[in-house]
């Protein structure tokens, strides 16, 4: 493999990754805080993605 598609390869993985920890699913019955650079964005969250 060449290096040039490892580093694609790795840099893909890594986002993907990056992409899937971005995301959080709020259930019925749990509550979230929404923040962005540590400041409240919005508060009670409703559930969903």
Do not use: C, H, W
């Not at 790795?10 to 540590?38: D, K, N, P």
């Amino acid at each position: 493999m060449k290096k040039s598609n490892l580093f694609i390869s790795a840099f893909s993985f890594i986002l993907v990754i990056l992409a899937f920890q971005s995301l959080y699913v709020v259930t019925e019955i749990q509550r979230a805080v929404l923040l962005r650079f540590g400041e409240i964005v919005q508060f009670d969250v409703q559930p969903g993605l």
